[in-house]
């Protein structure tokens, strides 16, 4: 709408340990939400069968990963399972000065540095399993994870879950349907946050003028 | 619900001018919040013809008030039209121990007042009107006010407008089940604020046990 107020973009982060939900929460909100893009990652891990260069991640060597870090292209990065991942920082400066909102789906060390580079424009979401059993029963629902892969993923959740606390909101995902609209009233209200809202001071003053 | 993770109220704080909408969209969020209750506040000034006593307001002579001020009763109080508001301590507190929000109907000075006295508990959110033509055409549908009463209120709303930048949100009021929407997204997310959720420790401490 032309009369809306302009703003700053959002770093919208939703983590969670693997299996917690935060993929197909963050795709739900996307499908409603058309001023939500996906933060497309770099990493250094193979692709899984259904994902796709430049949509899911941008798929690299190691050498292309240095290369990134050593120029400065990454907002942060980090190891997780052996792999490298890390976030480049032009989309993300044209997303703030756009007003358009960026999802990332990184973990607490991403997260962490993140913040530390933008500490103004992160919102942080941790999505909690109900139980560690319901952790367990969706990530063997997972058809691409074996059994290795589901034990490994449950030893690193008690690690990850152990981050809740450096999180700005918490939502547990007992009910998918809930869990969506909990951060979609997340990511409403935090546009209407006054520091954001970088165009009402000239709102104001055309009011009163 | 018996899962749900223990938290602490919230003080939902409502501001705007004389017809700017702060009542209606209060009463709105209460229609469909069963966890919301009125903040019913100490006055000296007569009740208008549809208020009923201690519902609307509690209607206290000056020397009620001034017992509540010298006793402690009171969190805040504020002189808005020559007459006197404050609010009671003990709903209040008592509200914040069990989880409950209570929504305040209170002016800039009141705002500033309470969130001194209990910063961590006050979510505030200040109501623009779209333009001032459009408030004074809300004033004047109010058959309550007369034309004096119009102008004085025109005449302050520029100066309680100046005070949009002491609030954590702000919502322009161009239509009303937008701006109600807005008001219970901010509200449905403060309510997931982590620091809010006092349960969530003893949460995680059982899922990971």
Same sequence: chains 1, 2.
Avoid: C
Avoid at 26 to 40: E, H, Y
Avoid at 52 to 69: L, M, N, T
Avoid at 103 to 108: A, E, G, N
Avoid at 168 to 181: E, G, K, M, P, T
Wanted: cysteine-free; hydrophobic content about 45%.
């Amino acid at each position: 709408m032309s009369n809306e107020i302009a703003r700053r973009g959002i770093l919208l982060v939703l983590s969670s340990p693997s299996g917690g939900g935060k993929s197909s929460i963050g795709r739900a909100l996307r499908v409603t939400d058309p001023n939500l893009d996906l933060s497309i990652s770099l990493t250094t891990r193979p692709p899984r069968e259904s994902e796709v260069d430049g949509k899911d991640y941008h798929f690299v060597s190691d050498a292309r990963f240095d290369e990134a870090v050593q120029g400065g292209e990454l907002i942060e990065h980090a190891v997780v399972f052996g792999a490298r991942y890390g976030t480049p920082r032009a989309p993300v400066e044209a997303a703030l000065a756009a007003g358009r909102d960026l999802l990332f789906d990184i973990d607490w060390q991403g997260t962490r540095q993140l913040r530390a580079a933008l500490p103004g424009d992160v919102v942080s979401v941790f999505i909690l399993p109900p139980s560690l059993a319901e952790l367990e029963r969706r990530l063997r629902a997972r058809h691409a994870d074996d059994e290795a892969t589901v034990w490994s993923r449950m030893d690193k959740a008690a690690a990850e879950i152990a981050h809740w606390d450096e999180y700005d909101y918490v939502v547990v995902n007992r009910d998918f349907d809930l869990a969506v609209a909990s951060v979609r009233a997340i990511l409403a209200a935090e546009r209407l946050r006054r520091t954001r809202q970088t165009g009402l001071a000239s709102f104001v003053s055309a009011l009163l003028a």
